[in-house]
């Protein structure tokens, strides 16, 4: 079990372009979570995943937004034309539906900065 | 819909002294209440939860919280904290298994 990874660590973008990240979720967790944290912040829910299905989308999540889990394991989620309002840590965590004692765990995120 | 207010933003305090993180949450349903931890550079971690039963919820590292319904309170307690737990504290609401709302974070910074 080596955690929830994400990549990248770091993203600096010019406002306009495309970005994309990666989560790697704890193998074996059927749901996958993307967070949103700003400075001063706590994390806000973005979209989860239950297995390779996206359930749910926060009003949070404008058209620019959008993210996969297609094999039901590793999930990406793309910004397009990205605004200096995005700028923001994106977190990534997963969890194991169905154990009875399910808890998120989270990955270390992936801060973007949008100029 | 769940909001969850942090009542400090900043708490400083000493090596040893116990230290209490305030949260009060307003929801319309039966709640969930977390309180995850999240140290410099690290993912958040999670420290205790509550989702029923007894009112006192212990977690790791020892920390303890206690939940009041009529209070609709779920403080944050520690009777004697070490430079080790110098980190950001957030006290999150669901009504759900996944959508968790999280309070703005209290910052801790333990000072020998």
């Known amino acids: 079990d080596t955690g929830v990874s994400q990549n990248p660590r770091h993203k600096i973008t010019k406002r306009g372009q495309n970005v994309t990240f990666r989560c790697d979720p704890i193998?074996?967790?059927?749901?996958l979570y993307w967070y949103r944290q700003t400075l001063g912040q706590g994390p806000e829910f973005l979209t989860y995943?239950?297995?390779?299905?996206?359930?749910?989308k926060s009003r949070l999540l404008s058209d620019r937004f959008s993210a996969e889990r297609p094999k039901g394991s590793f999930s990406t989620l793309e910004i397009q034309r990205t605004e200096q309002g995005d700028s923001a840590m994106y977190l990534c965590?997963?969890?194991?539906?169905?154990?009875?004692?399910?808890?998120?765990?989270f990955g270390s995120g992936t801060q973007l900065s949008v100029l | 819909a769940q909001s969850v207010t942090q009542l400090d933003s900043q708490v400083p305090v000493f090596e040893e002294a116990p230290v209490e993180l305030r949260c009060n949450y307003s929801?319309?349903?039966?709640?969930?209440l977390f309180w995850y931890v999240q140290y410099p550079n690290q993912g958040l971690q999670l420290l205790l939860k509550?989702?029923?039963?007894?009112?006192l919820v212990k977690g790791i590292n020892g920390f303890e919280a206690e939940f009041n319904k009529s209070q609709t309170s779920f403080h944050l307690r520690k009777p004697s904290v070490h430079i080790s737990d110098t980190a950001e504290y957030f006290c999150?609401?669901?009504?759900?298994?996944?959508?968790?709302?999280f309070g703005a974070g209290t910052t801790v910074t333990v000072r020998a």
């Open positions: 995943f239950q297995n390779e299905a996206q359930l749910e």
């Open positions: 965590a997963s969890s194991l539906v169905g154990t009875g004692d399910e808890k998120l765990f």
């Open positions: 509550y989702l029923s039963g007894s009112t």
């Open positions: 999150a609401v669901s009504s759900n298994d996944y959508k968790l709302s």
């Open positions: 193998s074996e967790h059927n749901r």
């Open positions: 929801s319309s349903v039966s709640v969930y």
